[in-house]
């Protein structure tokens, strides 16, 4: 949907609801790069990133919320379901691009760190929170920053209630390394 309140926008607020609580300062970007189309949608979305960073030159993280996409040969859609505090949570999935598609990103390697550390949190913290971190070919616009990640908060067949259950969950556990780089 392009209702901003019923779609992975609302999941990303959920987040950056989160952050804030734990003192973070969030510019949470609210346009659809995927609409009316899904492609160009990273060509849209790049200009928009070299924007903030240029009107926010502090920005250290930058986290590019989807929800994934899973549907079986005969046309299932999947959830992607955890149990957490006896609630159905969507899992999440942290994504990390690389060069191995011949982009220019060498500093891949440092977001596959930060990955791997908010991936350790989110086991330390939570059952089954977290899906395998992902490496992928594409770059994803990761290279206009480090500290960027491509976080799939479930997948379209999750509920909204379930989205916002796993963004509440991994923006807290996040939030926990967050606080260590800050200190750090």
């Known amino acids: 949907t392009t209702d901003c309140g019923h779609n992975v926008v609302r ?6 609801q989160v952050f804030r609580a734990h003192g973070f300062q969030v510019v949470h970007d609210t346009n659809l790069y995927d609409y009316p189309a ?10 928009a990133v070299r924007d903030w960073l240029s009107q926010y030159p502090t920005i250290r993280i930058i986290l590019d919320v989807h929800r994934d996409a899973l549907v079986g040969e005969d046309g299932a859609i999947y959830k992607l379901v955890s149990q957490e505090n006896g609630e159905k949570t969507a899992q999440v999935m942290l ?3 690389t060069d191995a598609g011949g982009a220019d990103h ?3 390697a440092d977001n596959l760190a930060l990955a791997i550390r908010l991936q350790r949190e989110l086991a330390a913290d939570y059952v089954s929170l ?3 971190v992902v490496l992928r070919s594409s770059s994803y616009n990761q290279q206009l920053s480090p500290g960027s ?5 479930g997948g379209h067949g ?5 989205a916002l259950r796993g963004a509440r969950l991994f923006a807290e556990s996040a939030s926990q390394v967050f606080s260590g780089m800050r200190a750090g």
């Open 11 to 16: 999941v990303g607020e959920e987040m950056a």
């Open 38 to 47: 899904y492609n160009g949608a990273y060509d849209r979305s790049q200009a």
């Open 95 to 97: 994504v990390v691009g």
């Open 106 to 108: 060498p500093g891949w």
């Open 130 to 132: 977290a899906r395998p």
């Open 149 to 153: 990640l491509l976080v799939e908060v």
């Open 158 to 162: 999750n509920t909204l209630t379930e």
